[in-house]
């Protein structure tokens, strides 16, 4: 068995002895990292979020998707991004819209946890496999 210091150590050496590239090295140094990791190292910054309006019409949520082609987008009661009500999987709302059933947004939402932006990402994750949710915020 090793120490997790030693299995630095022999990553390093790895590195060093071009058993491993840059690009592993990195990966590997994250993997031992990620204990110690909170939820505000990893969060997407807010004036990067693509947030969907509840009162979206569907014309715009098209247009939305065509430039950004996300899975999921959180979605809001308002301009507000802080108001988050949950959030949606295009794919869901696509396919219903290709087999022309009329969609209605507030059909398709999912609740979004929250956790706090300093909770361990560890344990953010196992909670998210648990309720089997991908996507979450932070409040």
């Known amino acids: 068995m090793h120490s997790e210091e030693e299995l ?11 058993e491993i590239n840059q690009t592993e090295l990195d990966y590997l140094k994250n993997i031992f990292a990620f204990d110690d990791r909170i939820l505000k190292d990893i969060m997407i910054p807010e004036s990067e979020i693509v947030m969907l309006n509840i009162r979206m019409p569907k014309t715009t949520l098209t247009k939305v998707h065509d430039e950004y082609d996300y899975t999921r987008y959180p979605v809001a009661n308002d301009e507000n991004k802080g108001n988050i009500i949950g959030y949606i999987n295009t ?9 022309g ?6 059909n398709f939402i999912h609740e979004m946890p929250r956790f706090l932006e300093t909770s361990l990402i560890k344990d953010v994750l196992l909670k998210m496999q648990e309720s089997r949710v991908h996507m979450a915020s932070y409040g």
């Open 91 to 99: 794919k869901e709302i696509l396919t219903s819209m290709a087999a």
């Open 101 to 106: 059933i009329e969609v209605n947004m507030d």
């Open 8 to 18: 630095k150590l022999i990553v390093t050496q790895s590195y060093e002895s071009g």
